[in-house]
């Protein structure tokens, strides 16, 4: 198993700009979740999908930032506009609801200039 | 309000010593716990977990202790080995089973 993909690996973006990033979860899992890691807040969720609908949408920054899940496997995070305090690394990860143990991606490094 | 608080920020430990890394909890409906250690550059592995029925896990040379009426979850490594450097971060997952809530993490260095 390849494990979650998330890409790009690194996204370096000028305020204003749109920014998407991507996610292929583990095949068969039914949850996932796209978490922020920040010096300051350390890893913090944003949203959270079971069975391809979204749970739990509090951590979401705010309007800016938006995420789908249009099938078992594949979801985008997205932010619209970005500014310089969205740079951090976001992690997507799943996990096969009730079993216990989350997955990571090895992340996106966005930086927002 | 930080629902999984792990107070040391950072921690040196003597190679083939213990580590002990401590977490604690706010939330009486978490069931579930887990260890997660994180390198630069790449996403948390999963490391050990324990269930809320337990209070001991041991895996190895990691075992993790649950005090539930305290409130209160340690890993400890023995011995302690260089490669172990890393960010251990403490999450907690709610009884619904879908959710999970991490920890600001600890950095651990292991000093050969």
């Known amino acids: 198993d390849a494990g979650v993909i998330q890409s790009p690996r690194h996204e370096v973006t000028e305020m204003g700009q749109e920014v998407t990033l991507r996610c292929k979860p583990i095949s068969g899992h039914n949850s996932l979740f796209w978490y922020r890691q920040t010096m300051m807040r350390g890893l913090e969720l944003l949203i959270y999908f079971n069975n391809n609908v979204p749970i739990d949408d509090s951590g979401m920054p705010e309007d800016r930032f938006s995420a789908k899940m249009p099938n078992a496997s594949f979801s985008t995070l997205k932010i619209q506009p970005s500014e310089p305090r969205d740079s951090a690394v976001y992690f997507c990860a799943s996990s096969l609801g009730g079993t216990g143990s989350l997955f990571f991606g090895p992340g996106t490094r966005l930086t927002v200039l | 309000d930080q629902q999984v608080k792990q107070n040391s920020p950072s921690l040196s430990v003597q190679e083939g010593r213990i580590s002990i890394l401590n977490c604690d909890y706010t939330n009486s409906m978490f069931d579930y716990f887990l260890w997660y250690k994180k390198y630069p550059a790449e996403g948390p592995t999963f490391l050990i977990s324990?269930?809320?029925?337990?209070d001991k896990n041991e895996d190895g040379r990691f075992t993790v202790f649950l005090n539930k009426s305290a409130k209160h979850l340690s890993l400890h490594i023995v011995p302690s080995q260089p490669g172990d450097s890393a960010v251990y971060f403490c999450a907690a997952r709610d009884n619904y089973g879908q959710n999970f809530v991490f920890g600001p993490g600890t950095r651990l260095s292991v000093l050969p």
């Open positions: 324990i269930s809320s029925i337990k």
